[in-house]
């Protein structure tokens, strides 16, 4: 995300060239198709309900339509399809997202072609969803507000579309700090620099929590928790590590009384065990049962994930951003007072300074990873990212004969998921870089 449009330049090294200035070529795809709508409308006269009429859909063009002299408007829709083949080669730097053609972060659609965006451009706020409707069936409902016009499902007015094909609320951009991490730059950011003792957790669903759940026992019996400066956990390590940090009850409460193995009876073993453990002992079934008609299908896992193990310990909230301390906090919202309505976690005091939960990258949708193509992303509080570069270079997915550049540093936690950098000297990092906010929170 920080690095994405620099790529094919060498480190250290990024600029963007300039996009092109004549009025025909500004117009977007979703002008171009709100134009559609209205002169439809205007011909057909339609007021059926589950179509917008007339004067909706002038209101629509209204919101949709900018001019071409607006110098932030960068939309990345390019109108093509990629559900059973992939984006025509004509269409130039696109991705193939929930089956469309999308531009690459750093590229704009104009006359559905992906050029090189100018130096201070925002991705829009695109109302296209990808999905279709008819006068039988309507859009689906984890689309959220959306209307349905000409067949297609739309975002409403004051919504913008997701990734998922999900429409969410307009927001304001985002104020963050963008740290690069690389070769000639090896510090790390924030609580993340001068660590001296660290522990790591491994995956293992269930079994990695309860092994976990033991480790950090025994650690705070023997009164050592207080000299670790870190953790680094992934998957089923992560379920209990971040419980660990994060939920405000007391160590007793959550890890359990200390115990001895000489001392262990069939009696005890029976025993619930401590909070920590006893999520562990969640069935799924009823929760996969209760969830059958979840509304959003892309949000199934995490909801199980959240409602059988955060619930417990009120974290599962998904509107909740991540700062390190409640100081951070304040920044933040001093820089963005926009959030000053939201929630932010931070972990509990007392507990190790660094929290690292570690996942993959696995390659851009419509990219196949392969064996030499995944990347490390390490998600924390205050910082995530990707820091150096894997092996020190560019990375090659199965199937395409194009490297691309992936990693190279951090962005604030509460910021991840947005756009990157908005203005190009931003591209190298920056403590006050503004970007395009996420369409949610990067929650727990």
Known sequence: QLSADCEGLPEGHCSLAGVRGDADGAVSWLQRHARQVVDTAKASHSHNASW????????????????????????????????????DGSRGPVDCRSAQCRCKPGYCAVEGICVARATKQRSSCSKHTGGTCNFILGCSGYRGETDCIQGQCVCKPGYCSDDDGSCHEAKP?????????NSKQR???????????????????????????????????LDLMKDVDAIS???????ASSIYMFANRSKEDLLGADTSPEQLSMHTLRQLPAQL??????????????????????????????????????????SQYMASDEEDVERIIKANPHLKRDEFLVPQPFRPKTFIMGGTI??????????????SLQMSPDFTGSPFYPQGRKVRYEGSDKERLIGGGFVETFAFGG???????D??????????????????
């Open 419 to 425: 756009s990157s950098p908005v203005w190009a000297q």
């Open 362 to 375: 696995l390659g851009p949708q419509g990219f196949k990873p392969g064996q030499n193509s995944a990347v």
């Open 427 to 444: 591209q190298q990092g920056g403590s006050n870089v503004e970007m395009d906010a996420p369409s949610k929170p990067f929650s727990l």
């Open 277 to 318: 453990g006893a999520v562990a002992t969640t069935g799924i079934l009823p929760l996969l049962w209760g969830m059958a008609r979840v509304q959003n299908p892309h949000d199934l896992w995490i909801d199980i994930y959240a409602k059988a193990m955060l619930q417990p310990f009120g974290l599962a909230s998904r």
């Open 233 to 239: 956990s992934v998957s089923g390590g992560t379920w």
């Open 187 to 221: 510090s790390f950011p924030g609580r993340q620099a001068r660590l001296r003792t660290g522990i790591c957790f491994s995956g293992g669903g269930s079994r990695s929590l309860s092994a976990t759940l033991g480790v950090l026992r025994a650690l705070e019996s």
């Open 173 to 181: 951009p985002m104020r963050a700090r963008v740290v690069p991490v």
């Open 52 to 87: 917008r009429g007339n004067s909706t859909a002038s209101q629509l063009l209204e919101e949709a339509s900018v001019s071409s002299e607006n110098a932030e408007f960068c939309d990345t829709h390019t109108g093509g399809t990629c559900r059973f083949w992939g984006c």
